[in-house]
């Protein structure tokens, strides 16, 4: 089982940018890919972003490329995701994940989730 602890978000003006980071423990052993989630008010959780163990392969949602980066740092088990030119729409609760498969991160069914953090853009 991993744990996963998110942390960075708060309140920011549109247009402005938001770093945050998810902290992995517990059974962290083994090539894993890591990725980013978000959850609107009154929407369904959305893929944002992941990356693979190495850091070669990046994926982004449409929404976000060109905005967003995602990064990790293996020795810290950490992933990052930096937000620019943040939109209003981007207002959501966000979470990481990680597992062995990119598809199964992806379809949100790779296992239990951290508490999330709040990122709130304001227009």
């Known amino acids: 089982q991993v744990q996963l602890v998110e942390s960075g978000g708060g309140l920011v003006q549109a247009g402005g940018s938001l770093s945050l980071a998810c902290a992995a423990s517990?059974?962290?052993?083994?090539?894993?890919?890591m990725g980013w989630f978000r959850q609107a008010p009154g929407k369904e959780r959305e893929f944002v972003a992941a990356?693979?163990?190495?850091?070669?392969?990046?994926w982004y949602a449409g929404s976000v490329k060109g905005r967003f980066s995602i990064s990790r740092d293996n020795a810290k088990n950490t992933v990052y995701l930096q937000m620019n030119s943040l939109k209003s729409e981007d207002t959501a609760v966000y979470y990481c994940?990680?597992?062995?498969?990119?598809?199964?991160?992806?379809?949100?069914?790779?296992?239990?989730w951290g508490q999330g953090t709040q990122v709130t853009v304001s227009s």
């Open positions: 994940n990680a597992d062995s498969s990119f598809e199964r991160l992806k379809s949100g069914n790779a296992g239990s």
């Open positions: 517990g059974r962290t052993t083994g090539s894993y890919v």
């Open positions: 990356i693979s163990w190495s850091g070669d392969s990046l």
